[in-house]
Nanobody, 127 residues
Framework: QVQLVESGGGSVQAGGSLRLSCAAS????????MSWFRQAPGKLREGVGV????????AYADSVKGRFTISQDNTKNTVFLQMNSLKPEDTAMYYC????????????????????WGQGTQVTVSS
């Protein structure tokens, strides 16, 4: 059973930065894809980015490309989301998730393919 715990959320002014962490316990090599999602009030949960923990390969949503970076520590038990140049529209609850690689050989950035979720951490960006 994989357990995910997010931390690092908070309030920041537009243009600022935050770094979120996702600590995984009970980690399994069968779940090599670690993703970040966010959900704002009244909106659908959207994928922000994903890292394939074996290779370190990443992919991002267009809305955050060039501003957000996903990384992992050497033990591969913690994944980070570095968020720079934050905008008010980045305000949301941020979740990390773990999943298997799809039959197409990719890490999915769709919530319906995720197997485990963290409890979320709130990010609020003020203008």
């Amino acid at each position: 059973q994989v357990q995910l715990v997010e931390s690092g959320g908070g309030s920041v002014q537009a243009g600022g930065s935050l770094r979120l962490s996702c600590a995984a316990s009970g980690y399994s090599d069968s779940m090599p894809c670690m993703s970040w999602f966010r959900q704002a009030p009244g909106k659908l949960r959207e994928g922000v980015g994903v890292i394939r923990t074996g290779s370190g390969g990443t992919a991002y949503a267009d809305s955050v490309k060039g501003r957000f970076t996903i990384s992992q520590d050497n033990t591969k038990n913690t994944v980070f989301l570095q968020m720079n140049s934050l905008k008010p529209e980045d305000t949301a609850m941020y979740y990390c998730a773990a999943s298997r690689i799809t039959s197409g050989g990719r890490c999915p950035l769709s919530s319906r393919f995720q197997n485990y979720w963290g409890q979320g951490t709130q990010v609020t960006v003020s203008s």
